[in-house]
């Protein structure tokens, strides 16, 4: 099987990362803001403008790409996956790596140290270059049999092509449909994949 792989909210817990750094940004500039972590756009979640949102990635892009670790377990469950068979495609849309510039490459560079460092084997990496973070062409061109990913609009529009299995959030819960199966930890992800294989 081939299995593709998101980075920032599946191997990574942007969620937290955003509910603990955020906050701290908007306290530190004194800027108002409510955490409902209900919206995959940041600004909505924390109700700031999309100015401050920018602002604040401008401020912590690097240091979350950088040092946030990998979710528990990741790294042990896809190399087991891998060692069951299956091959590992790590498809991302991460802010920067499609541009073709200086900025774009050291975020690529950066994306393939944090791999390394956080010991995920894979055996593609791909950026994708489509706008607003959509994935069909890479899963198409790449024979992706099941997907996990987060992100809702991709959940939403990736589930009529192929399986999903949906790393859960707060900002994801309203994506359900016959091909998408929410799981809540790495572990969980592997006993599904398992149960697929076993159909």
Request: net charge negative; aromatic share 10%.
């Amino acid at each position: 099987m081939r299995i593709g792989i998101d980075i920032d909210g599946v191997l990574t817990n942007m969620e937290q990362f955003l509910i603990d750094h955020l906050s701290k940004y908007c306290v530190e500039n004194n800027i108002k803001f409510n955490i409902g972590i209900s919206s995959y756009q940041v600004s909505n979640s924390f109700n700031i403008t999309n100015e401050q949102e920018d602002d604040f990635w401008n401020e912590y892009l690097e240091n979350y790409a950088t040092n946030e670790k990998a979710r528990p377990f990741a790294a042990e469950i896809i190399k087991r996956l891998k060692e069951d068979g299956n091959e590992i495609y790590i498809i991302t849309a991460r802010w920067l790596t499609n541009r073709d510039d200086d900025i774009g490459d050291n975020m690529r560079k950066i994306v393939k140290d944090w791999l390394i460092k956080n010991k995920i084997v894979y055996d593609k990496l791909i950026f994708s270059k489509a706008e607003k973070e959509n994935k069909l062409q890479e899963i198409i061109d790449n024979k992706i049999d099941l997907m996990i990913e987060d992100n809702p609009n991709n959940i939403n529009q990736l589930s009529s092509v192929v399986p999903i299995i949906c790393y859960n959030t707060g900002y994801n819960r309203e994506c359900i449909g016959d091909k998408i199966t929410r799981c809540y930890s790495w572990y969980d992800i592997y006993r599904t994949i398992q149960n697929i294989k076993d159909i």
